[in-house]
């Protein structure tokens, strides 16, 4: 079982805020990142360390982290961000990695 | 800008060997202080971290799969690789490579490669 444990699905009315969340003991001491996986593609980074974005990756997209829970906002969320988010940082020791268990995001 | 790719058999036998190798286009290996890594994803779950190798040929393992997974590199050819020994249907799945870079307080994987499906069936 993943030691990042995210909200299966979420959903969230057009141009309106959503927040996903992740939860771990490990984000305590680590920040985690963020990915953006639509159907049939490869996960997309959105967020990374303590509140971060790639180039190209909408200023609609932030995090942030608050004890053993990291969280990834949308604010005005758009058509085009319909899709499954998943956290990423260390497990509980420190030396490997884990990803959570994903949060379906509904733009209605 | 850094591309990857993933090249190998679509079909594996139970019991046999996986071997993918992934091919890093748009800069060196060997240029950065990157990890470069193996994900999973089984059809219709979520993702599962494999393993990651540095150039120096340091690795760390996902530990429920660390007795199966030897991950390589080879700087001259600009690729690294996943061998997963002893497969079974449980291991069918599309297959990531990604780069990662990695700090003391975090870690993020980018960019990643398209994926590639691998189903292990007689």
């Known amino acids: 079982s993943s030691e990042l444990t995210q909200d299966p699905a979420v959903s969230v009315a057009l141009g309106q805020t959503v927040r996903v969340t992740c939860q771990g003991d490990?984000?305590?001491?680590?920040?985690a990142s963020w990915y953006q996986q639509k159907p049939g593609q490869a996960p997309v980074l959105v967020i990374y360390g303590k509140n971060n974005r790639p180039s190209g990756i909408p200023d609609r997209f932030s995090g942030s982290s608050s004890g053993n829970t990291t969280s990834l906002t949308i604010t005005g969320a758009q058509a085009e961000d319909e899709a499954d988010y998943y956290c990423?940082?260390?497990?509980?020791?420190?030396?490997?990695?884990?990803f959570g268990t994903g949060t379906k995001v509904t733009v209605l | 800008q850094v591309q990857l790719q993933e090249l190998g058999p679509g079909l594996v036998k139970p019991s046999q060997t996986l071997s993918l190798t992934c091919t890093v286009s748009?800069?060196?290996?060997?240029?950065?202080?990157?990890?470069w890594s193996w994900i999973r994803q089984p059809a219709g779950k979520g993702l599962e971290w494999i393993g990651r190798?540095?150039?120096?040929?340091?690795?760390n393992y996902n530990p429920s799969l660390k007795s199966r997974v030897t991950i390589s590199v080879d700087t001259s050819k600009n690729q690294f690789s996943l061998k997963l020994s002893s497969v079974t249907a449980a291991d069918t799945a599309v297959f990531y490579c990604?780069?990662?870079?990695?700090?003391?307080?975090?870690?993020?994987?980018?960019?990643w490669g398209q994926g590639t499906l691998v189903t292990v069936s007689s």
């Open positions: 490990s984000l305590r001491s680590y920040y």
């Open positions: 190798i540095y150039i120096s040929g340091t690795t």
């Open positions: 748009g800069g060196s290996i060997s240029s950065g202080s990157y990890y």
């Open positions: 990423n940082s260390r497990d509980s020791s420190g030396n490997h990695y884990v």
């Open positions: 990604a780069r990662e870079a990695a700090l003391s307080d975090a870690n993020w994987f980018d960019p």
